[in-house]
């Protein structure tokens, strides 16, 4: 009876252990527990954190590794030289680190740190702590770490830091150490520059002591509304009084990889709750920059959510935060932080950018460090067309529909691609040569890769593996051969060749219309294709004939292995024999006849992203 006790005992624990991981691999799990009191006088705090680590990988750990973040905003460090030795230098940072006296400094102490209650040996290199163990970390078991730090928050420069330009106090992001993220390629313990992040899935619970004058919005559910008040309590109620100089915010936010907060004593919190019990929360401070757009942007916000969650994935929490801070736009579970004296169409186009993050790395949490367009460059893709969305709907003045809503995006993406500065997606985010060349990547390719990827395997198809995607690997972390196997499964084809292609290389893609005639043998049509670009590609022909009709015919690559469906009623839909990759020419024979032919139009969605569409089209002279 006791072996059976202890074997259902270490199953169970093993379930738990492994509760969370994803299909085909394991993910490491943490629990924050974090009381911190913060001094605004010298923008300084001293904080503890209980770290529970479960390691659900297959190794011993005899080493782990934390974020420092803060530590970037000091003279000297990583962020500052490649700030001002990059060829292309980011205007919001250039050389504004090296100016920073110590008291404008961001840094991050650790004061004590230990390992299931014994001293560990450490060492800060830059935005890196390094602990060597005691004792290893052994397969499925869990760890604790205890810590106290100290930290400083620097001026605000790039998404975290104080007094930001439009007087918002605290945008607190990367503010606490951050257990760095183990996976299945090992340790990730890069150096912050100012570009993406990773981190570990888990559950947080966070104290802030801070004065009473300031208002707190945070990432998680805050725990003591009572004793808060500040637009937390339902109309008509109000909070125990309060003792002493601070007030005791508890939040806790379970299944996420960060956490953010921000404050400040003029925020005004406003709240709008959904009908599926969604709560949104806006702080921001109101003035005449501010009061009329911030008023208005809860109604296009709600609207928004209803076509997101629709065609996107139902999102995963009970609340999200709008945020006035930060230096733009920066995306954090939950909440988002953004800078709020706008237009409004400018503000909503920031707050549904950074909303669609919510999926694109915040529920479905690939290592944007290493794959930063399937953060970025999804997310563009997404609001471009929630944004077009809201255009359809009217749901403010100026918004407007759009035929193609990508189509900026693979302008981005063009004006680079014909310059020698392109640089391959499958680069680390911190790599790139250029800031033009990362972020082109990032957002504008990123965006491309998912549209056009609807153009190879139809518009219906991809929207079902778009949700599929979501409901297969939410609150896990997905990488590009996982989105490319969903794909797969759900359309049927083969579709390999593109990610390599697309994501590996930085070839590009050229389909001609050669010549139009008459058949040979019989009375049909020939229209002769030149592949001349590097990339293959499945190629839509548009045929339209004198009656103004047209014809579609879709011609699949061979390694495909099979083609997508129609994907509307408006045209006559045709599935053309194979195109095989190494054939530079192809023909194209059609039962029409010439005379009844006007023009012949290789894709006129423009989806295909095609470096040179002046060879595009033939029209009958």
Known sequence: MVKMANYLFFAFTFMAFTAQAQPDRWQQRVSYQMDVDFDVNAHQFQGKQSLVYTNN?????????????????????????????ISDP????????????????????????????????????????EVQLTEPILPNSQATFAMEFQGQVPLQIRRSGRNNAEGIDYSMAQWYPKMCEY?????????????????????????????????????????NAEEIGKGYLPAGKTPKPVTGNKLHWHFVAPDVHDFLWAADPDYKHTSLTRKDGLVLN????????????????????????????????????KQYSFIQGGDGGMEYPMATL??????????????????????????????????????????????????????????????????NPQLGSYAGYLRLAR?????????????????????????????????????????QVFDRALLRYFNTWKLKHPNANDLIRIFEKESGLELDWYREYFVNTTHTIDYGVTSVSAATNGGGTEIQLAKVGVMPMP???????????????????????????????????????????????????????????????????????????????????
């Open 282 to 317: 806006f702080f921001y401070q109101e003035n005449e920059r501010t009061k009329e757009n911030w008023e208005a942007l809860p109604k296009i916000m709600d609207q928004a959510f209803d076509y997101i969650n629709a065609n996107f994935g139902q999102y995963q929490y």
């Open 539 to 621: 190629v839509d022909v548009v045929i339209t004939l004198t009656d103004g009709s047209s014809i579609v015919y879709t011609i699949p690559l061979e390694m495909m292995r099979g083609a997508k469906s129609a994907e509307g009623a408006q045209s006559t839909f045709r599935v053309a024999p194979d195109w095989s990759w190494v054939n530079p020419a192809y023909t194209l024979v059609i039962p029409e006849s010439f005379g009844s032919i006007a023009t012949v139009t290789i894709d006129p969605t423009q989806r295909l992203a095609d470096v040179n569409t002046s060879n595009n089209q033939w029209t009958k002279p």
């Open 419 to 459: 310059t020698d500065m392109e640089e391959p997606l499958s680069i680390h985010s911190d790599h790139f040569v250029t800031n033009r060349a990362y972020s082109t990547a990032a957002y504008s390719k990123g965006a491309v890769f998912m549209n056009q990827l609807e153009y190879i395997v139809g518009k």
């Open 57 to 85: 990988s297959p190794d011993t750990l005899n080493r782990v590794f934390y974020h420092l973040y803060f530590n970037a905003f000091q003279p000297g460090s990583a962020m500052d030289v490649r700030s001002r030795t």
């Open 338 to 403: 953004i800078t709020g004296e706008r237009s409004l169409g400018s503000l909503v186009g920031v707050a549904v950018h950074e909303l669609m993050h919510s999926w694109y790395q915040m529920m479905l949490g690939t290592n944007e460090s290493l794959y930063a367009w399937m953060d970025e460059g999804f997310t563009s893709y997404a609001s471009s067309r929630v944004m077009s969305y809201l255009g359809e709907i009217e749901a403010f003045p100026g918004a407007r529909k759009q035929a």
């Open 90 to 129: 980011d205007p919001r940072v250039g050389a504004r680190i090296a100016a920073l006296s110590p008291q404008e400094i961001g840094y991050q102490k650790i004061l004590s740190l230990q390992h299931n209650g014994k001293p560990v040996t450490y060492e800060v290199v830059g935005t890196i702590l």
């Open 183 to 223: 996976d299945y390629q090992g340790w990730h313990a890069n150096p912050y520059i100012g570009r993406e992040f990773y981190g570990v899935w888990g559950d947080y619970d966070v104290t802030i002591h801070i004065d009473k004058a300031f208002t707190v919005a945070a990432t998680g559910y805050l725990q």
